[in-house]
């Protein structure tokens, strides 16, 4: 069998791929392990007609009996949003979860392989993994920067998760030779936040100028992604000092239960907008539609 034996395109997904239409991958862990429900099938729904309203054909991707699926139903999205047995999928868990045939919710890092494979090159997410804090200890340091290093997917999300390490985890992309690049502001965002005290190493104003940095990368033979980090809109960020101290609680929470690896951030998710009184969430929302509309904006001119 090939790879192609495993993945199933939506013939939306299908058709833009055959014209070479824009396209923005979208993960589907933040279906099942990001949101409640209804919460998260609506979002994803939504995301979507964000992407098509921008001029861009949405492939949210996941994986079920056995298949790799690149554009999902409005059915399938609502099985994500309410099954209690989707494994949460990231690189390592691929194979086992695709010949065992057991429904899974595609992390980053497994959405940009899988997009890759179909030759999708731009992603929107709501915010990458990265290196956990405590991590000179615990090595927790998430597979998607590794994946960023060789994958030539262009990620949009509004910064790291801020309940990451920023800093090490922008020193490790570095040392990736991953291009970290902020849209509209000097200072590279946190997720919730439009703030994180850390300079962005590189600053770009326009999609255009955006579309033309990841030509120039991929044109040049330079294998990899692109982080584009995209701000929270003002409106609906929080503020930098009191989500700390929801981080703080969730991470000392953690602990006490004794919760780790890829069961952490969905933990510290949940505890952070269960505390905000579902602020968190709603902010979550708004910055995954945001970047959602960016990417659909660089597709369209990447695709020229």
């Known amino acids: 069998m090939s790879k192609n034996d495993f993945i199933i395109i939506h013939p939306e997904v299908k058709h833009a791929l055959d014209n070479n239409l824009p396209i923005v ?9 990001g949101m409640p429900w209804p919460q998260n099938a609506a979002t994803a729904k939504s995301v979507e007609d964000v992407v098509r309203k921008h001029g861009a054909i949405p492939a949210t991707i996941a994986i079920k009996d056995g298949k790799c699926l690149v554009g999902l139903s409005s059915e399938t999205i609502d099985y994500f949003g309410q099954a209690n047995d989707v494994w949460k999928v990231s690189l390592r868990d691929m194979p086992y979860a695709i010949s065992k045939k057991v429904p899974g919710a595609t992390t980053v890092a497994a959405t940009m392989r899988i997009a890759s494979m179909v030759g999708i090159k731009i992603f929107a997410t709501g915010g990458i993994g990265g ?12 597979a998607d920067l590794t994946e960023m290093a060789n994958t030539n997917v262009a990620v949009i999300g509004a910064g790291v998760k ?5 800093g090490l985890t922008l020193e490790y992309l570095e040392t990736l030779g991953v291009p970290v690049v902020t849209i509209g502001q000097d200072e590279f965002p946190s997720f919730y936040s439009s703030k994180s005290g850390y300079n962005s190493p590189l600053r770009l104003d326009t999609t255009e100028s955006i579309a033309l940095l990841l030509k120039a990368k991929w044109d040049l033979g330079l294998k990899g992604s692109v982080l ?26 953690a602990r006490l239960l004794n919760i780790k690896g890829k069961e952490v951030t969905p933990f510290l998710l949940k505890y952070i907008a269960t505390n905000t009184m579902g602020e968190s969430l709603e902010a979550n929302i708004a910055l995954i539609k945001n970047n959602a509309k960016l990417a659909a904006q660089i597709a369209v001119l990447y695709y020229l």
């Open 228 to 253: 584009i980090a995209n701000p929270i809109p003002v409106e609906f960020e929080m503020e930098l000092v009191t989500i700390e101290k929801h981080i703080i609680n969730a991470l000392n929470e």
């Open 162 to 166: 801020s309940i990451l390490d920023i």
């Open 25 to 33: 991958a979208l993960e589907s862990t933040i279906i099942s392990h």
């Open 131 to 142: 290196v956990h804090r405590g991590a000179t200890k615990s090595m927790d340091i998430s």
